[in-house]
């Protein structure tokens, strides 16, 4: 029964914004650690930022232009996307892990997403 659905991805210029949004049904998202990955073509996936009831983290390399949020009633996760740059392009993906951890690495989460696209290009 567990699902993650995320959306709002999309083409933008460099130094453009996007809010992705991860929905999510099947479980409790109060007790739950969600991370954002992303993966671009013929490259690793690669973890972006996780959020649980306490914790927060984020990958280096969005740190300052990345944020991200939850609202627990609607049982959906946010990635805010600010100054974007060319190498953002990825598709990217929510997940979910069953265990307590600020873990950015995919092995450690369980339940995927389907993944959204998002290019930045001019």
């Known amino acids: 029964q567990v699902q993650l659905v995320e959306s709002g991805g999309g083409l933008v210029q460099p130094g453009g914004s996007l809010r992705l949004s991860c929905a999510t049904s099947?479980?409790?998202?109060?007790?739950?650690?969600i991370a954002w990955f992303r993966q671009a073509p013929g490259k690793a996936r690669e973890g972006v930022s996780c959020?649980?009831?306490?914790?927060?983290r984020y990958a280096d390399f969005v740190k300052g232009r990345f944020t991200i949020s939850k609202d627990n009633a609607k049982n959906t996760v946010y990635l805010q996307m600010n100054s974007l740059k060319p190498e953002d392009t990825a598709v990217y993906y929510c997940?979910?892990?069953?265990?307590?951890?600020?873990?950015?690495?995919?092995?450690?989460?369980?339940?995927w997403g389907q993944g959204t696209q998002v290019t930045v290009s001019s």
């Open positions: 959020i649980g009831s306490r914790i927060i």
């Open positions: 997940a979910r892990s069953v265990s307590g951890h600020d873990s950015l690495y995919s092995w450690n989460y369980n339940n």
């Open positions: 099947g479980f409790t998202l109060d007790y739950s650690t």
